[in-house]
């Protein structure tokens, strides 16, 4: 495999009028990670992705994805990519079947049709008119067409916006098969919690820019920083430290020596939500 | 991954290309017949309404041949007009509301041999269309076999590019799929009625007469009344051919300059 990165952005701008959507963002996607791309709505996401996907075109900046620039929109690129937009829609008169069937032949390499619908969990469904599918199975239908062509690349724009907890966590699963596969994931979405439990490295776009990238994990630490809280009697109590061993020390000795006890005692890191609240929180 | 690099040279040669072209085309072409049968409404309303204008008008004037002999060709017009035209505009912004241009667009399907699938879907319509009309209008109408076949095939030809494109300029108009009926019908109507279609054309009044002199309608039922009815070939019917003509290299400008792929809403 060469040492290539799949994805590489640089310095990429995006103008619409007088607005700039995207103000000079910078990453790269590594082969066979999956990165997540958070943000706030109106970020800047779905315009990045759309660009990288060939749907739009950049005000300026470099833009390679697998070796292409997606702007001259080569079916050699097209062929390697798989896409899950929000946007997207699926013949309705057609069956799950048909429809991945039909998929499956525009791509010179495709995967099994049936072994697509399983790995979508769409398995049962493969008889039933797209039309009468429910939100999370079309959703699930949009990973099985992205992934019938058996792409390297494959991205997913928000893919469980408006999904319920169950659907939620299958579309997860799905994209954990994904890595399994070895495919790399350019996932955009505003939860973050998607972005923790899915990406391997992160990048937080916000106004147009990225102003924060590393794993869920470090960006999670966000320094020495902890938070305990606990309760005595009816009161709560929450407070940060650097020092979390000296000052939980302090805390049990002090209500041993008056025996007492510390109700519902925790010592936490700043979870990726509150940096993220933090980076993308509006002055 | 490197074997995809090693596999798949950039340029295939020419004929393998060609050949994986026809093949995609060919496929969409299939799919798109299939979908047609299953949406009743459209299948009614680009295929059924003018058979049933053909029956209802052709039991009204039973007793006129000459009145018969302008419905039969008026009502071929008016299919060529809505297995194209109307078919394409409804279903061009139904695709693009849905976002299955974009998602199609993601897709390694060369944009011709999309193109060509849909299009070989409406002219399917068409053709199929003109022989169940010139049928009909032999064994109802008492309008015989078409005198000047060729000319008849060369009208409906000309009449499938010129409204195929039209259409497709139209679609760009259409701000959604919820008003495409307003916006088609606000054309097809009127122009059906003032080009010929149920009654001569030329017993319309001055003012609407002139308008439908501009229209194509009116020369493409003109050179079919010709083809169908008279015997006439190609050269009785220059001015239609150029009207037919123009209008199509306008509607294709607009066709292709206004070409959108995704939902003017996003």
Redesign the interface.
């Known amino acids: 495999m060469p040492e290539t990165a799949a994805i590489e952005v640089k310095d990429l701008h995006k103008r619409y009028g007088s607005r700039e959507a995207v103000r000079g963002v910078d990453f790269c996607v590594k082969r066979g990670e999956v990165f997540g791309l958070l943000g706030p709505n109106g970020a800047g996401k779905t315009t990045t992705v759309e660009i990288l996907e060939g749907h739009r075109e950049r005000t300026s900046g470099h833009v390679s994805v697998l070796g292409h620039d997606p702007g001259e929109r080569a079916a050699a690129l097209r062929e390697r990519v798989g896409i899950v937009l929000q946007s997207c829609g699926v013949y309705p008169h057609l069956t799950v079947r048909e429809s991945v069937g039909h998929f499956a032949a525009l791509y010179p390499a495709p995967r099994d049709v049936d072994e697509v619908l399983d790995l979508a969990g769409l398995g049962e469904l493969g008889g039933a008119r797209t039309r009468t599918l429910s939100g999370g199975q079309q959703r699930r239908l949009d990973f099985a067409l992205a992934l019938v062509g058996d792409p390297e690349l494959v991205f997913l724009d928000e893919p469980t916006t408006g999904f319920d907890p169950e659907a939620r966590r299958q579309a997860w699963e799905t994209v954990r098969s994904l890595r399994d596969l070895g495919k790399t994931v350019l996932l955009t979405t505003h939860y973050l919690d998607e972005a923790q439990a899915l990406a391997d490295r992160v990048a937080i776009i916000r106004d147009g820019e990225i102003v924060a990238e590393g794993a869920p994990s470090e960006l999670g630490v966000g320094g020495e920083r902890y938070r305990i809280t606990y309760r005595r009697g009816a009161e709560s109590f929450a407070e940060e430290t650097a020092d979390p061993t000296t000052r939980l020390h302090q805390l049990t000795g002090e209500a041993l020596a008056r025996g007492q006890t510390l109700e519902g005692l925790t010592v936490t890191q700043p979870s990726l939500e509150d940096v993220y609240l933090e980076l993308t929180a509006r002055d | 991954?490197?074997e995809?690099a090693l596999e798949?040279p950039?340029v295939l040669p020419a004929t393998r290309a060609d050949r994986r072209w026809l093949g995609?085309a060919w496929?969409q072409y299939r799919?798109e017949r299939?979908?047609f049968w299953?949406?009743p409404s459209a299948a009614f309303f680009n295929f059924v309404l003018p058979l049933l204008f053909l029956a209802l008008f052709g039991a009204i004037f039973s007793e006129e041949q000459a009145d018969l002999d302008v419905i039969v060709p008026g009502i071929a017009g008016m299919s060529v007009m809505s297995t194209t035209f109307s078919a394409l505009a409804h279903n061009l912004v139904f695709l693009r509301?849905?976002?299955?241009l974009?998602?199609m667009?993601?897709?390694?399907?060369?944009t011709s041999a999309y193109v060509a699938g849909i299009a070989g879907n409406a002219v399917t319509n068409t053709a199929l269309q003109m022989v169940l009309i010139v049928a009909a209008g032999k064994a109802f109408f008492g309008v015989d076999w078409p005198g000047d076949p060729g000319t008849m095939v060369v009208f409906v030809v000309l009449g499938v590019v010129c409204f195929a494109s039209l259409g497709v300029a139209l679609s760009h108009a259409i701000p959604n799929f919820e008003s495409a009926p307003a916006y088609v019908n606000i054309v097809f109507l009127p122009v059906i009625f003032i080009s010929g279609v149920f009654y001569d054309a030329d017993n319309v009044p001055g003012v609407l007469r002139a308008i439908a002199e501009v229209l194509p309608l009116k020369h493409l039922v003109d050179g079919l009344s010709g083809a169908m009815v008279r015997a006439e070939g190609i050269a009785d019917h220059g001015t239609a051919l150029a009207v037919l003509a123009a209008w199509t290299v306008l509607g294709t400008a607009l066709a292709i300059r206004g070409f959108g792929?995704?939902?003017s809403a996003?």
């Open positions: 991954m490197t995809h798949r950039q995609l496929r799919l299939r979908m299953r949406n509301e849905r976002g299955i974009k998602r667009r993601g897709t390694p399907l060369p792929w995704r939902s996003r």
